[in-house]
């Protein structure tokens, strides 16, 4: 994608702990929050990120809540986009463990627009992995935004359909023509003799004029 990507402000991944007031144990689970601090109506329609050793990614999103009359107004409501979308085959396995993502459109349950923000979480349930996360994470607007504009009926219009000109003569004429020339040179070269004639010899005789002058 050849777009910048939105200003926005990635917090650090929390991690969620499960304690009984004794001991804590790791939920593997973190979660990442993301604000847009300078727009005032974001829309994504791509998430970029390079994977490290994450299982599962779910996305929920902070949509503005609208009043009857269409307004902003009320408590804003939290959606769930995209739910435990699987970024490793087997989270005990190498595979898909350090791989590039995108998400678009046809992963989001809601569309993306008109939120204030995003929440991505994070699920890794195997134990062999000491820590994982999510890098280079990008969020771009709508694809549809970044369409290359469609060419001009005239520049992809089919030549072949174009009206013939007046202009261009018979190519049949042509052909009958030349090969009538072509005869004739032929005739021509057949008629032509052999012997060389002399300096002053016309017809296989001298002239007297041609004579007198040397």
């Not at 929920?60 to 970024?87: I, M, P, S, Y």
């Not at 989001?108 to 939120?115: A, D, P, R």
Request: net charge neutral; glycine share 6%; aromatic share 8%.
């Amino acid at each position: 994608m050849t777009d910048r990507p939105l200003h926005s402000h990635i917090k650090n991944p929390v991690i969620l702990t499960i304690s009984d007031g004794k001991t804590e144990f790791h939920s593997g689970c973190r979660v990442i929050d993301i604000n847009f601090p300078n727009i005032s109506n974001p829309e994504v329609g791509e998430i970029h990120f390079k994977n490290s050793y994450t299982a599962f990614i779910t996305v929920k999103a902070k949509f503005k809540a609208q009043a009857e009359n269409g307004d902003a107004g009320g408590d804003a409501k939290w959606k769930t986009c995209v739910r435990r979308f699987r970024l490793m085959p087997n989270p005990h396995m190498e595979e898909g463990s350090q791989d590039y993502f995108c998400l678009g459109k046809k992963h989001f349950m809601n569309e993306l627009s008109n939120i204030t923000q995003i929440r991505v979480i994070l699920q890794q349930p195997s134990p062999v992995w000491k820590d994982f996360r999510i890098e280079e994470l990008k969020l771009y607007r709508s694809a549809e935004m970044n369409k290359t504009p469609a060419l001009p009926s005239w520049l992809i219009e089919d030549s072949g359909k174009s009206k013939k000109s007046d202009s261009v003569p018979n190519l049949e004429a042509i052909s009958s023509s030349l090969q009538h020339l072509w005869a004739l040179a032929e005739e021509v070269g057949a008629k032509q003799t052999e012997r060389a004639l002399g300096r002053y010899e016309v017809d296989g005789c001298y002239e007297i004029n041609l004579l007198s002058y040397t």
